[in-house]
């Protein structure tokens, strides 16, 4: 069974950067497309970017694009997320994802979730 731990978030001031990362136990991490998505109060979870198995091919929603990078280690069953020029509209819970889909942007297409951790973006 896969496991996904996120870390990484905290509290920072609009405009600056933070790293997430995403730590995967279990089968066959370095052959599935990963993804993050973010939950903020009262709102739906929605996509943030994915990465493909590889690491060749990312994409990102277009509220990030620009701003945040995803990358993986294989290695290590380490993803990333490079979150930078961070707005206050950033803030939310962010969760890693895996999905055995190409491209997939849908939260039902992913099976199995981290725990998420918190991001905060003071004004």
């Known amino acids: 069974q896969v496991q996904l731990v996120e870390s990484g978030g905290g509290l920072v001031q609009a405009g600056g950067s933070l790293r997430l990362s995403c730590v995967a136990s279990g089968p066959a991490f370095n052959v599935d497309p990963l993804g993050w998505f973010r939950q903020a109060p009262g709102k739906a979870r929605e996509f943030v970017g994915a990465i493909s198995r590889g690491g060749g091919t990312t994409y990102y929603a277009d509220s990030v694009k620009g701003r945040f990078a995803i990358s993986r280690d294989n290695s290590k069953n380490t993803m990333y997320l490079q979150m930078n020029s961070l707005k206050p509209e950033d803030t939310a819970v962010y969760y890693c994802?895996?999905?055995?889909?190409?491209?997939?942007?849908?939260?039902?297409?992913?099976?199995?979730w981290g725990q998420g951790t918190q991001v905060t973006v003071s004004s």
């Open positions: 994802a895996r999905t055995r889909r190409v491209q997939s942007t849908k939260v039902s297409e992913y099976d199995y």
